[in-house]
Nanobody, 123 residues
Framework: QVQLVESGGGLVQAGGSLRLSCTAS????????MAWFRQAPGKEREFVAA????????YYTDSVKGRFTISRDNAKNTVYLQMNSLKAEDTAVYYC????????????????WGQGTQVTVSS
C-alpha cells in the first residue's frame, strides 16, 4: 500500500521561504512521477509542480516558476518543494501525490495523496 507523508508546512512572512518534504513508502519510489498540489480556502485544488520518475523532468505552474523548485532524493524516497519569495496567495494546504502506474502525462493521473500540510504566508 502506497503511503505519502508530508511535512514542513508552517507560518511564514511574505518574501520568506519554506521547504516541504514528502516521504513515500510501500513500493519502489524512483520510477514514479511525483507532484505537489495545493488547495486554498474556497478554491479548487490546483497543480503546483511535478517531477518525473527515473529522469526527473520537472514542470511548474506559471504562478510559481522561478520561485519554487521541486526535487527528489530516491535514496530517501522523498520529494521536496523548496518555496522561495512566498506570497500571500501561496497560502494553501499543500498535498503530495503520486501515480498508480509508471509514466503517462506528467500533470495528470495522480492516484495516491498525502494528508496535506498547511502553508500560511502573512502579508
Amino acid at each position: 500500500q502506497v503511503q505519502l507523508v508530508e511535512s514542513g508546512g508552517g507560518l511564514v512572512q511574505a518574501g520568506g521561504s519554506l521547504r516541504l518534504s514528502c516521504t513515500a513508502s510501500g513500493r519502489t519510489f524512483s520510477r514514479y512521477d511525483m507532484a505537489w498540489f495545493r488547495q486554498a480556502p474556497g478554491k479548487e485544488r490546483e497543480f503546483v509542480a511535478a517531477i518525473s520518475g527515473i529522469v526527473s523532468i520537472t514542470y511548474y505552474t506559471d504562478s510559481v516558476k522561478g520561485r519554487f523548485t521541486i526535487s527528489r532524493d530516491n535514496a530517501k524516497n522523498t520529494v521536496y518543494l523548496q518555496m522561495n519569495s512566498l506570497k500571500a496567495e501561496d497560502t494553501a494546504v499543500y498535498y503530495c501525490a503520486t501515480k498508480g502506474r509508471i509514466g503517462g502525462a506528467l500533470l495528470s493521473n495522480y492516484d495516491y495523496w498525502g494528508q496535506g500540510t498547511q502553508v500560511t504566508v502573512s502579508s
